[in-house]
């Protein structure tokens, strides 16, 4: 039977980093388990193709539904997570964000030692290459290179014009000495390529001699005996076959926050009720996997713009769009190096908050339900995302099959100040849009339309529209010692069992202020340093941060 020392189960944002980082140790063997296939299809590599990966099903997306949401007009959500290596990675916005300082001190204060913004600062600007050199916040020789907004198009700087003509702060630099405001995003993309984890930590490291990679190998079960994970059950896509590997130190769950509570609870390792259920024999208690789900709801406030400098008159038509993709296999230029969305902000939805609760995207595109309604006209998108939902859900079993897919109950908008919250941004950003900067670029409402005024009207229009942004977290959280609720502990060791680790989105004990890709590279990298039995990056000499927290 095949023996390794470590086995990680997904070559997503974190499963990559951990490859990379464990065979550093040339006497340690990794194995990296991937459902899906390699990171080859040009789309994947084109920024631009992000909107033919992010809206269907396929080799790089594993096209989740929720279960109806009883606060959304009991609609089934659609919820892309990535597939094959770099997981979402490969498929996502390619927005480089890390949250605010204050998410990670407020992990602290949860009593979650090591993880106070102090001491995850180190593994940002470890994991982190930024373009043009690294400062007190940013790495500058990391696997994971990040670009400057470069984009020319005027309407992502009206946007930020038109934000501070609208009263509201702006920032230069969101992941540095102040979040708040509307400013430039930074991307991972390097050189007019999607740089994702599989990129920036898998590929470098291949030929290692010391790490073997699958594909099309799905884990259907964590082995686990006398209180230890001592293996991993593999589904073979290609034979339709079973086997068992095992792993002689640890086994390392990078599954996401979708799809590691379920292999964990297929394993026999969850709430015992949902367990029981659904006919799984309970190997191991732990009421906490798959609860605590939280994710960014998201609108889309879109207007029509009289001149054809967006994204539909980039590709209108058969052979502009053949043109785009053209240009950029043969000669690396063109409409194909941009993700259309370079601008944005972060903003309070009301003064007394300590930070940002909002979060905008600026899109080159009248965009509807994940691009997947194609609007003929010119336009461009205000994402409104609320930041920091008090709704909770959970992912659980629809089977006990290991191939069916997940229960996902995403509870959206249950509680009160989610909905006031989000309402409150339609209106901020509809107020944004009225300003001088924008006039040139800015005619009729689309959506939601001038027909939605009061309220009412709104939060109609927030629960018949509203979707993911693709942030679920916090279905295996960390949690401190006695919290009945926690899966893992500070070091992303599962509670009560011996060998078994989850280190990926899912041991968020709470959402960070902002996209989840960084934020998700940042957690594998610390818990590679627990893994090797190294202490924690010190924080040493930590700057400032933008409302007078001090990262050290």
């Known amino acids: 039977m095949e023996h390794y020392d470590y086995i990680i189960i997904g070559a997503g944002s974190a499963g990559c980093v951990l490859a990379n980082r464990l065979t550093e140790d040339t006497d340690k063997t990794v194995l990296l ?80 030692r090591g993880w106070a913004y102090a001491d995850v600062l180190p593994y940002f600007k470890k994991s982190e290459s930024l373009e043009g050199g690294g400062d007190a916040w940013h790495g500058g020789e990391g696997p994971l290179k990040v670009s400057k907004a470069s984009s020319p198009n005027p309407i992502y700087s009206a946007t930020i014009q038109a934000g501070g003509q609208a009263g509201y702060m702006l920032t230069e630099d969101f992941n540095g000495f102040q979040q708040e405001g509307f400013g430039p995003y930074q991307l991972t993309i390097h050189d007019g390529q999607r740089w994702s984890a599989a990129r920036g930590y898998l590929h470098p490291v291949l030929n290692r001699p ?19 994970a001592t293996g991993v059950e593999i589904y073979d896509e290609k034979t339709k076959t079973t086997r068992i590997v095992l792993a002689d130190a640890e086994v390392l769950l990078c599954a996401g926050a979708v799809q590691s509570p379920h292999i964990l609870q297929l394993s026999g390792v969850g709430d015992p009720e949902e367990l ?24 889309t406030l879109s207007w029509v713009c009289p001149q054809p400098i967006t994204a539909y008159s980039m590709r209108k038509g058969l052979i502009k769009t053949l043109g785009v993709g053209l240009n950029y296999m043969l000669f690396g230029k063109g ?139 916090g279905t295996c959280r960390m949690g401190a010692a006695g919290d009945p609720m926690a899966v893992v502990d500070a070091e992303c060791r599962v509670q009560g069992l011996a060998g078994l680790r989850v280190v990926d989105a899912s041991v968020m004990p709470t959402l960070v202020g902002g996209n989840t890709n960084a934020p998700t590279i940042m957690i594998a990298e610390k818990v590679s340093d627990a893994i090797r039995g190294r202490a924690f990056l010190p924080a040493e000499d930590a700057p400032v941060f933008g409302d007078g927290l001090k990262a050290a």
């Open 335 to 473: 409409a194909g190096r941009q993700n259309f969305l370079e601008s944005g902000a972060f903003l309070r939805s009301r003064p007394d908050l300590d930070r940002p609760d909002l979060q905008i995207h600026t899109v080159l595109a009248i965009m509807q339900d994940h691009g997947k309604v194609s609007v003929a006209k010119d336009g461009f998108t205000f994402h409104v995302c609320q930041l920091r939902p008090e709704s909770r859900g959970r992912v659980g079993l629809k089977s006990a099959d290991p191939l069916a897919d997940p229960a996902i109950f995403a509870n959206y908008l249950s509680a009160e100040e989610d909905r006031r919250a989000i309402r409150e941004g339609v209106k901020m950003m509809r107020k944004v849009a009225q300003q001088a900067a924008l006039d040139p670029y800015r005619s009729e409402e689309y959506s939601p339309g001038e027909a939605v005024q009061t309220d009412a009207e709104i939060d109609a229009w927030i629960r018949k529209t509203g979707e993911t942004i693709y942030h679920p977290v």
């Open 210 to 228: 010391n790490l073997t990679c699958l594909t099309g190998a799905r884990t259907t079960r964590i082995v686990i005996e006398d209180g230890r």
């Open 276 to 299: 029981s259920a659904h006919g799984v024999p309970v190997v191991h208690a732990l009421k906490g996997v798959g609860a605590n789900l939280q994710d960014h709801l998201d609108v």
């Open 33 to 112: 388990l991937e459902a899906g296939g390699k990171d080859s299809s040009l789309m994947i590599k084109m920024p631009a193709g992000v909107g033919g990966l992010i809206g269907k099903a396929g080799p790089q997306n594993w096209g989740f539904w929720t279960e109806p949401e009883p606060n959304l007009e009991g609609r089934k959500l659609w919820w892309p997570r990535g597939k094959g290596w770099g997981g979402s990675s490969s498929i996502n916005g390619m927005i480089y964000i890390r949250g605010h300082a204050r998410d990670y001190d407020q992990w602290a204060q949860m009593g979650l």
